[in-house]
């Protein structure tokens, strides 16, 4: 046993002498973790890790990580009090005219535009916040002056949403300046205006001669400068179920190829390789700037620094070290970097390749095998490339076993979704990546002198694209070759909570289907309903449209592009909303079966449940507001009678009156109309519920619910739950039938029993 100890402790202190920034940058990392959850507990565990350190490798070692755990505690507790500090003085500050400078371009259309800043005039000079403008977009480096409000990061308002408010946090983003409802100011001074020129240019050059729109332009500028693809989730979908969607990020493995193909033509031209280095780490550098300068990419490239420093210096370079030389300064930097799920992806995919290459590749061992009894200096020429070939193949197996080992724990927690088609992806998907990165850098440099040569190479580089999407598609097809792993089995209702009075529903059957009740508008469609599917593990193939008004219809097109639709009722047969006028004409061309709510009387749903349609609007009525034209369904699920009102108002209610319908209900869903009243007496007297779910919004105000609305239904004796507190509502009937409703924000549970 003693032995066995002491052989254990020569083989520690023998890695930690070899790598001694990896292990600091560990301890630093272990420390910040544990100082997240309890700042005293922080220290003390850079103490023992110390005491570890110092057992294992000496007095010196285990002071340098007692020093480091310390000191990245110490910065990671300063930065994260000045930023509440920061947040709980920019909310109470209210509003004002503020100034900042953009810290990246801005994203946005039709005028309105985000972007973080930092603040440049007042009290709160230095505060980083997420500037909302309205107007021109700024760049990187130019200066914005508005009118506006501080408001709180936003919180995750229904289950499975991306957690933006995490994400700013970890930026140091300490709170939102709303300046959407004015025309601000943006002055962009002459070298932020150069900046944005040879930005422009690069993206401008990659996609000369190419559709602005077409996939293939998409692909290429996914790849080549890690623009996110808009309104693509079935794009996005197949690169990620194959494991392979890391390629639409600028990251390590983009800033390794740029050094491979500038190192070739460097060395191509004889320049002596300490020379090569310095010329090849202001290449790299200037990538990560042209690309936008992502989080990725900027890591990538001082990892790249550290490595390739060890030329200069006649050192023998290692990856290990350089990858713990650059996590170690982001800790003493900034440790709230560590909780971005990007910065420990691809830490870790890195550290995976290094410490566990060598052992992948030994599994791989028997393709590079040589012929027996036929050495290297008797092959043929032909005979030397199959080795080499094959070697090659069995080098890049390893490297991606290994990468997808250690990307495996942390793509499963933070996505719910694991990959092994990714092992084996990964190598043609390399290849076709290189290819398209080699065509694209061709196309920047011949396009300011000869335009029509880079359209040349970029048509050519189109079939690469196209190749790539395929790849993706056919590796994703793979039955096993991707797992879902957080996947909601039991039945549910969910009442999504979306801003300015979109609305949307899906219900479950656990694993017997799903239905979307009405989709959102087209952005909450993608940035909320789509995430939020995904990471429960649901894939509705059926759409039920209230009425057609644009917050409720996903954008058209993007749903069935989105989503295995393959039916959907609507609510009337013809609309002036385009978006509509998507769904009747373009639906049942992508193979999407219309029906109308005219035609029905009801549907089956998932789980036994039955959909009834109480009112179909007069189709007539062609002229009237959307909201004048809602159908009005009922479902019932397992004895209980659910009533989708939607944002029907008065009109609507006493023409179902008139006609004596049973409108009789346990719970009511409800939204606003935007001219009318909604919910009247009479109707209420009608239904008869025991609670109703109302949504809300701030903004516009029309879509606020009042407070004395909410007070009065509940002097009725009607329980309320108001989505403005209570976020996403979801229900589902207990193994005691009884009708659990739980609210996603506030963590409300409200059960209703059988009258």
């Known amino acids: 046993m003693k032995e066995m100890i002491r052989g254990w402790r020569v083989g520690a202190a023998g890695f930690c002498a070899r790598h001694p920034l990896f292990m600091a940058a560990m301890v630093a990392c272990g420390c910040v973790f544990v100082a997240d959850w309890n700042f005293p507990a922080g220290v003390g565990f850079a103490l023992l890790l110390g005491l570890a350190g110092g057992y294992v490798a000496g007095w010196r070692t285990g002071l340098g990580w007692v020093l480091c755990g310390m000191l990245a505690v110490g910065v990671f507790t300063e930065r994260n009090e000045a930023r509440i500090a920061e947040e709980r003085s920019l909310l109470e500050n209210g509003s004002g005219e503020m100034e900042g400078r953009v810290m990246k371009d801005a994203k946005g259309y039709e005028g309105l535009w985000t972007a973080p800043a930092y603040l440049l005039t007042g009290a709160h000079a230095g505060a980083t916040v997420w500037w909302e403008g309205r107007g021109e977009l700024p760049v990187e480096g130019s200066r914005v002056k508005a009118r506006g409000n501080f408001g709180p990061l936003p919180v995750m308002r229904n289950p499975g949403e991306f957690d933006q408010a995490g994400w700013l946090r970890s930026q140091g983003v300490a709170a939102v300046f709303h300046a959407g409802w004015v025309r601000g100011e943006v002055v962009t001074n002459k070298w932020a205006e150069m900046g944005a020129k040879f930005r422009h240019g690069f993206r401008a050059a990659v996609t000369e001669g190419l559709a602005e729109d077409s996939q293939e332009a998409v692909v290429i500028r996914a790849v080549v400068i890690g623009e996110q693809p808009p309104d693509a989730e079935e794009l996005v979908a197949a690169f990620r179920n194959s494991g392979t969607l890391h390629a639409f990020s600028v990251s390590g493995m983009h800033v390794a190829m740029m050094g491979t193909i500038a190192w070739f033509l460097l060395r191509l031209a004889g320049v002596p390789r300490r020379v090569a280095v310095l010329v090849l780490l202001p290449l790299i550098f200037g990538y990560s700037w042209l690309t936008g300068n992502s989080p990725p990419a900027v890591r990538s490239a001082w990892m790249a ?214 989709c959102a508008d087209r952005y909450s469609f993608r940035r909320r309903l789509v995430p939020s599917l995904r990471r429960l593990g649901v894939a509705p193939d059926a759409v039920i449209l209230s009425h057609p008004d644009g917050g409720h219809l996903g954008g058209g097109e993007a749903v069935w592009e989105s989503l295995p639709i393959r039916q959907v009722v609507l609510p009337v047969r013809g609309s002036r909303s385009l978006t509509f006028q998507s769904w009747l004409k373009d639906a049942p061309l992508a193979g999407v079966k219309t029906l109308q709510a005219a035609d029905l009387q009801d549907l089956p749903m998932p789980d036994g449940a039955r959909l009834e349609i109480l009112h179909a609007p007069d189709d007539r009525s062609r002229n009237a507001v959307a909201d004048d034209r809602v159908v009005i369904f009922r479902l019932h699920w397992h004895g209980w009678k659910l009533l989708f009102t939607s944002d029907a108002g008065v009109r609507t209610e006493k023409e179902m009156l008139e006609m004596h319908r049973d409108v009789s209900a346990d719970v009511i869903i409800a939204g606003r109309h935007r001219g009318d009243q909604s919910l009247s007496d009479p109707f209420l007297d009608a239904v008869n519920p025991q609670a109703i779910i109302a949504s809300h919004s701030d903004f516009p105000l029309v879509e606020q619910l009042k407070p004395e609305t909410v007070k009065y239904w509940r002097s009725r004796g009607i329980k309320v739950i108001p989505q403005g507190e209570s976020g996403g509502v979801t229900l589902r009937v207990d193994e005691a039938e009884n009708l659990r409703l739980e609210g996603f924000a506030d963590q409300s549970v409200m059960v209703l029993k059988r009258r």
Request: aromatic content about 10%; hydrophobic content about 50%; some cysteine.
């Open 305 to 518: 620094a550290v490595f390739l420093g060890a030329f200069v210096s006649r050192r023998r370079p290692d990856l290990l070290n350089a990858l713990g030389a650059v996590l170690l300064a982001a800790m003493l930097w900034d440790g709230r970097l560590l909780f971005q799920p990007g910065v420990q992806l691809s830490y870790g995919v890195v550290a995976a390749i290094a410490v566990g290459t060598k052992s992948a590749m030994k599994l791989f061992s028997w393709i590079a095998k040589p012929e027996l009894y036929l050495p290297l200096a008797m092959m043929n020429r032909r005979q030397k490339a199959w080795l080499w070939l094959r070697t090659k193949v069995g080098q890049s197996l390893g490297v991606s076993l290994a990468a997808g080992i250690g990307s495996t724990p942390l793509t499963a927690y933070h996505f719910g979704l694991i990959t092994p088609i990714s092992v084996l992806a990964g190598i043609p998907f390399g290849l076709l990546v290189f290819m398209m990165l080699c065509a694209s850098l061709l196309a920047a440099v011949l396009y300011p002198v000869a335009p029509s040569a880079a359209g040349r190479v970029n048509r050519l580089n189109a079939y690469v694209a196209k190749s790539c999407v395929l790849t993706a598609q056919g590796f994703s097809a793979i039955p096993g070759g991707h797992i879902q792993l957080k996947r909601e089995s039991r039945p549910f209702l969910l009442v999504y909570d979306l801003e300015h009075g979109a609305g949307a529903g899906v219900f479950s059957g656990g694993n017997g289907g799903a239905v979307l009740m009405d």
